[in-house]
């Protein structure tokens, strides 16, 4: 008896969905769970580190820019200021880059509205580590990207194939999980059930995983222009003057610019790039901004985000998509929310794999156990996984040991 075209074509739908989220099942979960980590990075460092800790009713008016620059060239006269970014939240210190003689970066923190340093810590941190890991898995951009960006392909793969392997899907979104079934029927109705209201994330994820993938291949927007400029060689001391004036410019020039972040000259340029905020939706702060001639104080450049192409659009946005930053600290916990339902998805898939083929090796009366072909059914990608995952961890015990030691 001939099975039916339609059947034939489900069963390799099936497959294939099968197929994309169970071999490297492990990788898949360890991306997941470091991503969604990653979007409270910056509150998870505030946990650990002191320093970043402020009183917010101590807090007045918006940042105060020039006094967290004096107090910070007061703290430690040695060191050179590479970048200033305003605090996340209220109760958030101002954050401070720095790079002493030895060329090692480090965070300096600084009350928004006093400039008063609060404290000091070191360049690598839970926020750094998490999306290091997670972006690139520690390795060099051009290596990193690529591998953990590539996996969006499965995610892609795993979200056309749903739709035709749970027929009649748009049914399934209030159907209850039957606890009271046996287990391989509770974790497929969890499967299911999760991954129907995980669609539109998975898609999100997927998409703007896709986008980086490209990125990462050459096709990004291109750079946005830059503007050459003698060398700069001044002192921190004098670099904290030439940044009154500086700062003094970019405010007439772009008074309703909200500044987020301020770029020091370096010694290939003398420019400081104000960075901030306007009426453009959905671009980083970066996309808006002006750039000062730290001798002169003279306007070079001012871009405004609304006049960026499509392309540039689209690469703006791909961050706000990918890890939940659209609207403050209620969007990173709907994206935290869902991070964890795209990571029990992916194990949830595997017990169910587990669950089918002990069945079936009961049925066929095989003494070998679930755990052992569950490992055997992950084949090569197991060891890929777990390679992938290894190398991750060992760069980040180097970085952090270079940082405390060197």
């Known amino acids: 008896m001939s099975v039916p075209l339609r059947t034939k074509n489900t069963r390799l739908w099936w497959k294939i969905h099968h ?29 650990v580190r002191p320093a970043k800790h402020v ?61 008063q340093i609060l404290g000091t810590g070191p360049w690598i941190g839970i926020k750094r580590a998490l999306r290091d890991i997670h972006r690139k898995l520690m390795l060099p951009s051009e290596i990193g990207i690529p591998i953990v960006s590539i996996m969006s392909f499965l995610l892609l793969i795993s979200f056309a194939t749903a739709f035709v392997v749970y027929k009649k899907w748009w049914k399934g979104f209030f159907k209850p999980i039957r606890f009271g079934k046996d287990s391989r029927t509770v974790w ?103 750039w000062v001639d730290a001798k002169t104080a003279e306007v070079k450049l001012i871009t405004d985000a609304r006049d960026l192409d499509l392309h540039h659009r689209i690469s703006e946005m791909a961050d706000f998509l990918h890890f939940g930053t659209l609207a403050s600290i209620w969007t990173k916990i709907i994206w935290l929310i869902f991070g964890l339902l795209l990571l029990s998805l992916s194990l949830s898939g595997m017990m169910i794999y587990a669950k089918r083929i002990v069945k079936a090796a009961q049925k066929n009366k095989q003494e070998r156990g679930g755990g052992i072909r569950v490992w055997q059914g992950l084949g090569y990608g197991k060891w890929v996984s777990l390679i992938l995952i290894l190398l991750s961890f060992f760069l980040l015990g180097s970085e952090i040991y270079i940082a405390l030691y060197s």
Do not use: C
């Not at 071999?23 to 946990?47: H, N, P, Q, Y």
């Open 19 to 47: 197929w994309a989220g169970l071999k490297l099942t492990i990788f898949l979960s360890f991306i997941f769970l470091t991503g969604t980590l990653a979007v409270f990075g910056e509150e998870l460092d505030w946990l």
């Open 55 to 115: 009183n917010a009713n101590t807090v007045k008016g918006q940042v105060n820019w020039i006094a967290i620059t004096n107090a910070a060239a007061r703290f430690n006269p040695d060191v050179k200021i590479e970048s200033i970014e305003a605090p996340l939240y209220n109760n958030f210190s101002a954050q401070i880059v720095v790079r002493d003689k030895q060329k090692q970066r480090s965070f300096m923190y600084a009350h928004p509205t006093t400039g």
């Open 188 to 290: 497929g109705d969890f499967h299911r059930l999760t991954g129907l209201w995980s669609l539109w994330f998975i898609f999100v994820i997927g998409l703007t995983g896709f986008w980086y993938f490209i990125e990462s291949l050459g096709g990004g927007a291109p750079e946005q222009p830059f503007l050459h400029t003698p060398l700069y060689s001044e002192s921190p001391s004098q670099t904290v003057l030439d940044f009154q004036a500086s700062y003094k410019a970019a405010q007439k020039s772009f008074p309703d610019l909200k500044i987020h972040k301020i770029l020091f000259p370096k010694k290939k340029h003398g420019i400081f790039i104000f960075h901030g905020n306007y009426k453009a939706i959905l671009v980083r702060p970066r996309a808006n901004n002006v």
